[in-house]
């Protein structure tokens, strides 16, 4: 089993900076995925960004191209989000996931086995 939990969320002004972290534990494995992922209320779960833990390569929505960025920290196993440029349209619920079989990042949820609980993001205009 895998746990992840996801911190750092809050609410914050437009155009400001928020880090959301998830940090992992239980089993490892050789290769992984990282996601995240938001939901807005009445909305189906969206994709944000994701990164490989093999080749570290990552894959971002279009909403959040050039605002958000995706990394992980081995040392730490904990993947981050960091979101500048906040807007209102960015308010949601934003989760973390592993899929622990892919290569190349998913932007599917159902490609991922693992969740966390879930970090509320607001944002305010």
């Known amino acids: 089993q895998v746990q992840l939990v996801e911190s750092g969320g809050g609410l914050v002004q437009a155009g400001d900076s928020l880090r959301l972290s998830c940090a992992a534990s239980?089993?490892?494995?050789?290769?992984?995925?990282m996601g995240w992922f938001r939901q807005a209320p009445g909305k189906e779960r969206e994709f944000v960004a994701a990164?490989?833990?093999?080749?570290?390569?990552?894959n971002y929505a279009d909403p959040v191209k050039g605002r958000f960025t995706v990394s992980w920290d081995n040392a730490k196993i904990t993947a981050y989000l960091q979101m500048n440029s906040l807007q209102p349209e960015d308010t949601a619920v934003y989760y973390c996931?592993?899929?622990?079989?892919?290569?190349?990042?998913?932007?599917?949820?159902?490609?991922?086995?693992?969740w966390g609980q879930g970090t509320q993001v607001t944002v305010s205009s």
């Open positions: 239980g089993r490892t494995f050789s290769r992984f995925i």
């Open positions: 996931a592993l899929d622990r079989s892919r290569n190349v990042p998913s932007t599917a949820p159902l490609a991922y086995d693992y």
């Open positions: 990164i490989a833990y093999s080749g570290g390569r990552v």
